[in-house]
């Protein structure tokens, strides 16, 4: 194997790494900061594509007009979704048996297929609520 096809994979898996122990939304930016030394900007950018293109991750434009990122865990079920809070940022996994109906009413009355696998819920955590943020 040659050593720029080896060197790839290992910057990309040290990217992906990076993303998927990030706790809440994050940008270029971050991951760059904590990869510079292991690989270019332009590594971390074509790999984030293809994670966005693959569902792996999110993207979403801040109120500051900044582009963030969350990495989706991976899920076999296909009853899952994400609560995403505007405040903290924080993301979390959920599987409920609820959300079919709720897709199921998208489909029929609205024409309209949901991708389930992507599917994220905005509002306000717990935490955030009882501070009063």
Do not use: A, W
Request: glycine fraction near 4%; include cysteine; aromatic fraction near 10%.
């Amino acid at each position: 194997m040659p050593r720029s096809e080896f060197y790839n994979t290992k910057q990309k898996d040290t990217i992906l790494n990076v993303i998927m122990h990030q706790k809440k939304e994050f940008t270029i930016k971050d991951i760059y900061t904590q990869v510079k030394d292991k690989t270019g900007l332009t590594t971390i950018y074509r790999l984030v594509d293809k994670l966005i293109k693959e569902g792996r991750l999110s993207k979403n434009i801040g109120k500051d007009n900044i582009t963030y990122y969350q990495y989706l865990v991976d899920c076999s079920e296909d009853n899952h979704f994400y609560l995403k809070c505007d405040k903290c940022g924080k993301m979390v996994h959920i599987d409920c048996d609820c959300i079919e109906d709720l897709t199921s009413h998208i489909t029929k009355t609205h024409k309209f297929k949901p991708n389930k696998k992507n599917m994220i819920i905005y509002g306000t955590c717990e935490k955030c609520i009882s501070k009063g943020e």
